[in-house]
């Protein structure tokens, strides 16, 4: 990033309600909603996600970031496989948690508001995940970077 590069604004979800699922299917983790307007077209939007999960049991979980830009309904974000996931995070034992997080820049060319969602599925329906494992807090944000260098 240029030397210039300043943040034009952040903002956050923190959430601490615990959420399960044994869909194999990508369905949204209802963690919540992070939403953005950003001030300029070609700023770069980095969205973090930060969590615990649980397994039950053996397998994979599969988590993935989703966008919505003018209501036209959630979308997985660009350069994404949307099969596999965004992230893939392996348990080969039962009952174990991790503390999971990623980032992801977002080149977006919108001065419209964008909202981010969590989705997961799991390799196996025997599995059930759990988000925000025993009450601990997650994080969504975004941060608005301003990358042309102008300083504006």
């Known amino acids: 990033t240029p030397a210039s590069t300043k943040v034009l604004q952040h903002v956050w979800n923190a959430d601490k309600t615990a959420r399960t699922s044994s869909s194999t299917s990508k369905v949204d983790s209802a ?22 999960i649980h397994f039950s049991a053996a397998a994979n979980a599969y988590m993935q970031l989703y966008f919505d830009t003018a209501s036209s309904g959630y979308a997985v974000v660009p350069n994404i496989q949307a099969d596999n996931g ?17 980032r992801y820049d977002h080149d977006h060319n919108v001065t419209t508001e964008i909202n981010y969602k969590v989705y997961w599925s799991t390799s196996s329906g025997s599995n059930t995940m759990s988000l925000n494992y025993d009450a601990t807090y997650g994080t969504l944000s975004a941060t608005e970077y301003d990358v042309t260098g102008d300083g504006q």
């Not at 893939?88 to 997080?101: A, D, I, L, P, W």
């Open 31 to 52: 963690f919540g909603v992070c939403s953005i307007t950003p001030t300029k077209a070609t700023s770069i939007i980095v969205v973090e996600f930060n969590a615990c």
């Open 86 to 102: 965004f992230c893939r995070y392996t348990n080969y034992n039962n009952n174990m948690s991790y503390t999971v997080g990623w």
